[in-house]
């Protein structure tokens, strides 16, 4: 039994991102303790302890889980995202930023840490699961998924029913949350700062830098980083566009004067009505004959630029099994999507622009035809990652707009 039990010892230390989870002196946890756990630091309790974690709603609702990641406390919105792949991809869309995010698929983080990454970093403020997975295979494995939590410094907490979080979340809407390793936290304190929470300005903080240039031999493409996904760029680029992505900033006038053959609007996170100055270079961007293809958060600012107007969807679309509805033809495609807002459709003026897709499950917008402009704009993801590549044929549609408006 002591040769077999030391066999195994040396046997898990080889796989690639090995778990200690499996080892002997971890299997009298109880049961209902073992999900996603992390040690304590030699500086606390006591070496080899777990700490727990609570998910406080801004209801009062409070549930009791395992800390995972970075132990700090966290207020944020909490929202969920139903896809059963592409936890890694999740973690690193932009379009997070400011907000807490629940997996519904109940194990998350089995094929460990990959380079399938849409971004520099993660973005979301914290993350929930149901079961964080204990030894993590794949032979493109760089790390966990706990591991990768503490490096982002993203706190998070696992082990708690994600279904009875999300069933709350749909019932009542999206709802502002704290996760905190406070044992002796005070609910009359922290509700208060859960409800006066807001997201803010976040395009700011995820949008790039300075401007920086993918090499092509085809179009010219001038990419707004509203807070881009990286596999929009990738997916001009794999078309043969030279990609110039600007920051969130820049101005119309710099872009026109690049001459480019046809503008990307960008994903990106937050309240597209808060994006004022952004809206009013979009304005003059319209204003031109340049081909304009827009996703996402670029998607409404082009339609409050004009005149239509956005509101919040009570929880949102998040994941990579939504069906939209091509109103030309009434095919449906599966998509992904990842927002909070919608454009209200109701307010389009029928001159300037008509619906070109709408949501199968719930009639909201998901995407508009500019008339007498070579603008087309949708509200899910056709570059995916996570998700279905149905819609990726509207990368070569807009190629085909840039092609004959020369």
Known sequence: MLAQTAFCSIFLRKIPCYNEFFLPKYR???????????KRKETQKGKGEYMKAFLILEDGTVFTGTSIGSTKDMISEIVFNTSMTGYLEVLTDPSYAGQAVVMTY?????????????????????????????????????????????EQDIPGIAGIDTRALTKILREKGTMNGMITTNENYNLDEILPKLKAYTVGDVVSKVTCDEKY????????????????????????NERGCEVTVYPAGTKAEEIIASEP?????????????????????????YNTDI???????GHQLMALANGAKTYK???G?????????????????ISSQNHGYAVDGTSIDPKVAKEAFINVNDG??????????????????????????????LFDRFMDMMKGAK
């Open 313 to 315: 969807l009570k929880y």
């Open 213 to 236: 240039v993918l090499e092509g031999n085809g179009p010219k493409v001038a990419l707004m980083d509203f807070g881009a996904k990286k596999n929009i760029a990738k997916s001009l």
């Open 317 to 333: 679309h998040r994941g990579g099994n939504h069906p939209v509805k091509d109103l030309t033809n009434n095919r449906v495609y």
């Open 291 to 297: 081909p304009i293809f827009a996703i996402c958060l």
């Open 28 to 38: 009298n946890i109880p049961e209902g303790q073992r999900d996603g756990f992390i």
């Open 261 to 285: 053959d046809g503008i990307m609007l960008s994903n990106g996170p937050g309240d597209p009505e808060t994006c004022v100055s952004i809206i009013e270079e979009i304005k003059k961007l």
């Open 106 to 150: 109940p194990l998350i983080g089995n094929y460990g840490i990959t380079p399938d990454m849409e971004s520099r970093k993660a973005w979301p403020d914290g993350y929930i699961v149901r079961e964080l997975s204990r030894m993590p295979s794949n032979f493109r494995c760089e790390g966990t998924i706990q591991d990768f939590l503490k």
């Open 364 to 393: 909201t917008n998901e995407g508009l035809a500019y008339e007498g402009k070579n603008i087309f704009t949708v509200q899910f993801h056709p570059e995916a990652c996570p998700g279905p590549l149905d819609s990726g044929y």
